[in-house]
């Protein structure tokens, strides 16, 4: 990141394109929550380009706190594209552009995971419109992204949706930039997102195994898909059958 007082080009000076990115997530940790929505834009000169949308299956269930916040239920990603499936289209889609994003690591910590889980490299630049209005927005209240699009009159349509999230992340860092750049141009140069994600091995064949068995014996019904489980979320899940059920006895 090229730090205030450096010496910046006109090249450098201007994100003029990128692509704008939102999940909607089953929760707040990467390591072991999913991804249910992916939303994004290519931008190119404040005009919106090609649209990105895809809904996951998370292969556990949506947890009614977000089904409450996003609206989106079980029912609405179950049988959808797997998270293999969709960081591989997002990849593709986004290409060598910047991101943009609101809270941007946040986005880019579950995309990292999911890239990384599925054996790809994602080491991207972004800009965040949150760190932007931190700086330049310290008289409001909130820097949500609601409370920014209240401030710069910015229409939400459906707010905590992927792809109306992505759209207004977009606006919101327009009118920040003809506001501001100028000032504090280096707040708008994409610089390098740093999340540390190391590989999740899946489930191993004895895991499943004794999975099935111990479901069978106990009569229990998982909501969960056995098959989209983790080694160390199998682990835990045969612990919890463990403690509560009891062992399989011959």
Request: glycine residues 8%; contains cysteine.
């Amino acid at each position: 990141m090229v730090q205030r007082g450096a010496e910046i080009t006109n090249e450098e000076m201007f994100m003029n394109e990128y692509v704008v990115v939102d999940l909607e997530t089953t929760g707040l940790a990467p390591k072991t929550d999913k991804i249910l929505e992916i939303g994004a834009y290519r931008v190119a000169g404040g005009d919106f380009g090609e649209k990105f949308h895809m809904m996951l299956d998370p292969g556990i269930p949506v947890p009614p706190r977000i089904t409450e916040l996003t609206g989106i239920t079980g029912e609405m990603v179950q049988g959808q594209a797997r998270a293999e499936d969709g960081i591989r289209a997002f990849i593709d889609f986004a290409g060598d552009l910047p991101l943009l994003g609101h809270n941007l690591i946040f986005d880019y910590g579950f995309l990292k995971h999911a890239a990384v889980n599925s054996g790809y490299t994602f080491d991207k630049m972004g800009v965040d419109t949150l760190k932007i209005s931190r700086e330049m927005l310290p008289q409001l209240a909130s820097r949500s992204l609601g409370s920014l699009c209240a401030h710069f009159s910015i229409r939400q349509q459906s707010a905590h949706r992927g792809d109306d999230d992505a759209r207004v992340t977009a606006l919101v860092y327009e009118k920040l930039k003809k506001c501001y750049e100028e000032q504090r141009p280096e707040l708008f140069v994409p610089g390098p997102l740093y999340y540390k994600a190391k590989r999740q091995s899946p489930i191993t064949n004895a895991q499943k195994g004794y999975l099935n068995d111990l479901v069978k014996y106990h009569k229990i019904k998982l909501d969960v898909q056995v098959d989209s489980l983790t080694k160390s979320e199998a682990s835990r899940l045969i612990d919890g059958i463990l403690t509560e059920h009891g062992r399989i006895r011959r």
